[in-house]
Each structure stands twice: as structure tokens, then as C-alpha cells.
């Protein structure tokens, strides 16, 4: 089993910062792209962020200069830094990880979501 755990949602203020953390834990064998997305009350789930396992990173032109994403590929985690938040920045932020497992013996890579973590900016 494979989870990913994020935290570091919060309530702030327009122009605040916060963190987000999101760890994957259980058995698996490397972890690929790793990637946030957020979705807001009646809006579809978009992409904010996403690193690859190299550390290529892109990011939504809502969050560009706002936001970077960066990953501890030994502590198997990614993180968010969101700076000058905006209220049309809240929304419910998922993790999301490309991950590869062993399935007998084939290596077979399958996509992993959080559970989700609320950030609410208030302006």
C-alpha cells in the first residue's frame, strides 16, 4: 500500500504565506513526477505545480512567481511554498505522485493522490 499524507493548510490572511507538505509512505520502489493540484468550490481539479524526478519544474500561470515546488526525494516528499496568497487562492490542495511498484516482477508505475488539505485565504 502507498500513501500520501500532506499537510500545512491553513487559514491566512491576502498576502500571507504558508507550506504545504505532502509525504508519501509504504512499499514502493522510486517515486516519478510529483505534482499539486488544487480545486475550488464548483471548479474542476487544476494543476498548480509539478516536479519531475530530476527536479524539472512548471507551474500554472495563476501561481508563476508566486509559488515554487520543490521535493526531498530522500525524505520521499514534496513540498509547496505559496507566498503572496490571494483569496482566489483558496481551495482544497491534493498531492499527487507518479509511483513505481513491484507487481511479481514487473515494475509497473501508477498514479497516487492525497487526501487533500484546505487553504483558505482571506482578503
Known amino acids: 500500500q502507498v500513501q500520501l499524507v500532506e499537510s500545512g493548510g491553513g487559514l491566512v490572511q491576502s498576502g500571507g504565506s504558508l507550506r504545504l507538505s505532502c509525504a508519501a509512505s509504504?512499499?514502493?520502489?522510486?517515486?516519478?513526477?510529483m505534482g499539486w493540484y488544487r480545486q475550488a468550490p464548483g471548479k474542476q481539479r487544476e494543476l498548480v505545480a509539478g516536479?519531475?524526478?530530476?527536479?524539472?519544474?512548471n507551474y500554472s500561470d495563476a501561481v508563476k512567481g508566486r509559488f515554487t515546488i520543490s521535493r526531498d526525494n530522500a525524505k520521499n516528499t514534496v513540498y509547496l511554498q505559496m507566498i503572496s496568497l490571494k483569496p482566489e487562492d483558496t481551495a482544497v490542495y491534493y498531492c499527487n505522485a507518479d509511483i513505481g511498484r513491484f507487481s511479481g516482477l514487473k515494475l509497473v508505475k501508477r498514479d497516487y493522490w492525497g487526501q487533500g488539505t484546505q487553504v483558505t485565504v482571506s482578503s
Open positions: 509504504g512499499s514502493f520502489v522510486t517515486i516519478y513526477d
Open positions: 516536479i519531475s524526478s530530476s527536479s524539472t519544474t
